[in-house]
């Protein structure tokens, strides 16, 4: 079955950097479109990434544009997330997810990672 | 932006009720729309993909519906596992866009 393993949080002072992994596992990764969605404390989903399934395209939403980069490298099944110059307001549990038919749409779903930043 | 307005943000039912709840997005969004469940302190669940299909292994006890702005989801029969809050999405156009979440509590 699909499994999305992620890692990499922790605490982070503020305008620091933190990369993020998502391992998967259970389909063939390289056919798919995966995605970053995040949770600060106590609030919404926000949706952050989306990589295309070879890497070609990249989307992000705007608070995160020029300071994240989403990656992939699809010869050990892993998704990353380059997260720089970080803010009280990047506080959030990350969650990898898979995308499915059209990669836009979200399938599965990872366990999340949480991601502190605090001097 | 397309905005997603879930209203109310929190509703009361009890066992058994059949429960709707509403997503409205700020512009039409086709058939684009996803419904997900979450449970406190776990991953949200994918429920239900253009709008009216259900993800594979989701009991048929939910099921939505609607296009352009307006869409529901229901529940036919609450268990008291489907206590969560649930959130819809527009894959339509980017930046991908949730609404604020209903949270179905039992009363």
């Known amino acids: 079955q699909v499994q999305l393993v992620e890692s990499g949080g922790g605490v982070v002072q503020p305008g620091g950097s933190l990369r993020l992994s998502c391992a998967a596992s259970?389909?063939?990764?390289?056919?798919?479109?995966m995605h970053w969605v995040r949770q600060a404390p106590g609030k919404g989903l926000e949706w952050v990434a989306l990589?295309?399934?070879?890497?070609?395209?990249?989307y992000y939403v705007d608070s995160v544009k020029g300071r994240f980069t989403i990656s992939r490298d699809n010869s050990k099944n892993t998704l990353y997330l380059q997260m720089n110059s970080l803010s009280a307001e990047d506080t959030a549990v990350y969650y990898c997810?898979?995308?499915?038919?059209?990669?836009?749409?979200?399938?599965?779903w990872g366990q999340g990672t949480l991601v502190t930043v605090s001097s | 932006d397309i905005q997603m307005t879930q209203s109310p943000s929190s509703l009361s039912a009890s066992v058994g009720d059949r429960v709707t709840i509403t997503c409205r997005a700020s512009?039409?969004?086709?058939?684009?729309l996803a419904w997900f469940q979450q449970k406190p302190g776990k991953a949200p669940k994918s429920l239900i993909y253009a709008a009216s299909n259900l993800q594979s292994g989701v009991p048929s006890k939910f099921s939505g519906s609607g296009s352009g702005t307006d869409f529901t989801l229901t529940i036919s029969s609450l268990q008291p596992e489907d206590f969560a809050t649930y959130y819809c999405q527009q894959y339509n156009s980017y930046p991908l866009t949730f609404g604020g979440g209903i949270k179905v509590e039992i009363k």
């Open positions: 512009q039409g969004i086709s058939n684009y």
């Open positions: 990589i295309s399934h070879d890497g070609s395209n990249k």
């Open positions: 259970g389909f063939t990764f390289s056919n798919y479109g």
């Open positions: 997810a898979k995308g499915g038919h059209p990669p836009q749409y979200i399938d599965y």
